[in-house]
């Protein structure tokens, strides 16, 4: 068979399972979610000899070692997957809850029930840990997935998805509910996204380019984000210690991710007193600073920030600093720069806190606190499949309740339509 | 300036003009609603005239007569369009709503919050009143639209958007709230489907053709539907009166729409004493029936179905009949040839009515009611600007709620992360 071939026939089955993973209830996806877990400690072995041959091809092809160490399953990693299994199966199921009833004058009783979204395709790079969450994740929200991972972990992706499959056909569900694609030509993902009539929703996970590679190409709604150039926005009402605390978690605690604070924004009133007490803490701890000038009047001899640093995403210890007249320019910047990912205001101002919370237009808006806060864990939504910063069907962080849909249920006894 | 210099500023006008929707109450946006009805009522004269331009060109051009219809603008077809503008000023404000809050262990209060999308774009075909419908229900929901009607109506359609630019700005509304492509160049689509920078929807009404070039060549989020390819299924334990009046509903009170009966399912139990009866009222009204061959024992003389009489949509008085064994033979066969849009069952069985509702895939699914009631109004969501049938972001009838997006609000007292 062909990459086109080897697609189509995984897209169909992908959709035969669904059918049946849409009747299971919660007790049978918990019971495969467990037994996915005890496979993959007892597979342990085989899966870690496989995952070498990928390590040493990495090694072999002089990939960076940050990526190697992305690749490397540990039996740390072996059993943080399995332990992710089993906080997947102690979340409620979202399938069937009714979200909603009301009745029509013509005595019809209308509802709106939650059902799974069908078959989802996942695209994303080195971590052979994410084939295992992303199907846990999608077994309990009772959708089949489809995992297309990176090249460099196609061994270790094999070897989970046999012990997957496996256990999923001992636990009585669709064996072919968790399918991995078996190739590493790159067409099959260009296959894949063709794939409308099979496929409901993609859902990338990697780089930038990857993702606007998935989003240019896919016929299929895609789930993504690009990058988050998040905003803290310190009021001249502000707590000032809350304001460094706030302003130094959000840059320093894990300056890698998309929820870390990229650029701040200080209002003039507090500038002299505020950048002096951020910039200490900022800098001992390695903090970078690209100044706008009225910074620089405060903070002398920092370098001085270029038009390019406001929409940049820095994902390292480099922060952007602007001094705004106010919360109107402040709103204006975020509305220029922001990636509508994650800003947060810190204020003791009951208007400016409401003014801030009701016009910023990102999917997570805080209010005194950090922005490393926009995790569906953090929010409370339990485990996550992603962030999404393009607002239709869930704007933010994605839990499982993000991986179903609504449907109408209508309840009557012999109406007609005039 | 050429066509996509022309869609790159009306989309950034829309953008701009979004963020000034995004923060008005409803009292504001009644209130341009009611001017927008008003301010047509008044231009109706020169409305008519343009409208008298278009309907004139499309004589010469020899449209058929059925699409001179929906083009032309009697006083009728007005006053119906300003009713509607009233009508959605009626309609709850879905921006703003707290749809749930929670605290979260730590204290951070975390809440969702219904938002507008921002900027819609919306393709359509010859009906000039969907200008008004659809403007009307993206000011409702806070978002900022870019109309693109069909070259027929081009006069129509920019003479009623030069009244709505004036009654917005007067109202207080951003004028460039409402826009309407002033080009007929069909290259405007295309351009217009590219700029996922600004646009956060796209939502296409029309023949099958427009839409799956809509969706095959869009950067940006498309909600549609195709067709509707509806089931009946007349269950065994039916009432069999209750079963004609529905199945009759279902197919012949308005044959020509997505929510019209096309397949008919029969429970072998009752084929005998029901199928005669079906018939008698059926063919009286004119339908025309395509009939399995177990049908055909019942009902000879009749038309044989054929395989492509089940993927069929109609649009007519045509309807494919078909005896099953039971249930799952009938469930057997929506999952195979159903388009997801509208299945009813009817049954006295409440365990089969059950299944029914769990298993169907479909975005409204009935019990003991006609399929007519896939509709917004029908189905008490107010206005309905269209139907989706892919399941992301709203399955089903769209109303103003199905416009909007919530962002998560976190309300906190300093909180940082760990």
């Known amino acids: 068979m062909n990459t086109a071939q080897i697609m189509l026939e995984m897209a169909k089955k992908a959709r035969t399972a669904a059918r049946g993973l849409a009747g299971l209830d919660r007790t049978a996806k918990d019971r495969a979610l467990l037994a996915m877990a005890e496979g993959l400690l007892e597979a342990s072995a085989h899966i870690k000899s496989e995952n070498g041959k990928d390590v040493e091809a990495a090694r072999k092809n002089g990939l960076p070692s940050a990526m190697i160490d992305r690749l490397l399953l540990t039996d740390k990693v072996m059993a943080e997957m399995a332990q992710g299994l089993r906080e997947v199966a102690a979340l409620p199921d979202p399938v069937g809850e009714v979200t909603g009833m009301w009745t029509r004058p013509n005595g ?3 509802g709106r029930m939650r059902i799974p979204l069908g078959v989802i395709g996942f695209i994303y790079e080195s971590r052979p840990n994410v084939t295992v969450d992303a199907a846990g994740l999608c077994l309990k929200s009772g959708n089949a997935v489809i995992l297309k991972g990176g090249s460099e972990a196609i061994n270790s992706n094999l070897a989970i998805a046999s012990v997957l499959e496996k256990t999923l056909s001992q636990a009585g569900v669709p064996r072919t509910a968790v399918q991995v694609v078996p190739t590493t030509d790159r067409g099959a993902v260009t296959e894949l996204l063709a794939l409308d009539e099979y496929v409901d929703l993609i859902i990338p996970r ?10 240019e190409n896919s016929r299929i709604p895609v789930l993504k984000h690009y990058k988050g150039i998040c905003h803290v926005y310190v009021d001249d009402s502000a ?6 605390r706030i302003c130094f978690n959000a840059k320093v605690q894990r300056p890698g991710v998309c929820n870390a604070m990229e650029t701040m924004l200080v209002h003039q009133a507090v500038a002299d ?3 002096p007490q951020a910039a200490e803490v900022l800098e001992k701890a390695g903090v970078e600073l690209r100044c706008c000038p009225e910074t620089l009047k405060r903070l002398p001899g920092r370098r001085q920030a270029r038009e390019e640093d406001w929409p940049a995403e820095f994902l390292d210890l480099i922060l952007a600093v602007k001094v705004v007249g106010g919360l109107d320019e402040a709103l204006d910047h975020i509305a220029a720069y922001s990636s509508k990912h994650t800003e947060a205001i810190v204020t003791s101002d009951y208007a400016r806190a409401r003014r801030f919370l009701a016009e910023v237009d990102s999917s997570v808006v805080l209010v005194n606190a950090s922005t490393r806060f926009n995790d569906g864990g953090q929010l409370g939504l339990g485990a996550e499949i992603g962030i999404n910063t393009s607002k239709l069907h869930a704007f933010g962080p994605m839990g499982l309740t993000e991986l179903t849909t609504t449907k109408f249920i209508v309840f009557g006894q012999g109406q007609i339509r005039d």
């Open 273 to 275: 007193e505020f950048l």
């Open 239 to 244: 707590d000032l210690d809350m304001a460094v």
């Open 206 to 215: 990697g780089g930038e380019g990857l993702i606007r590679f998935v989003a």
């Open 108 to 110: 019809l009783q209308v």
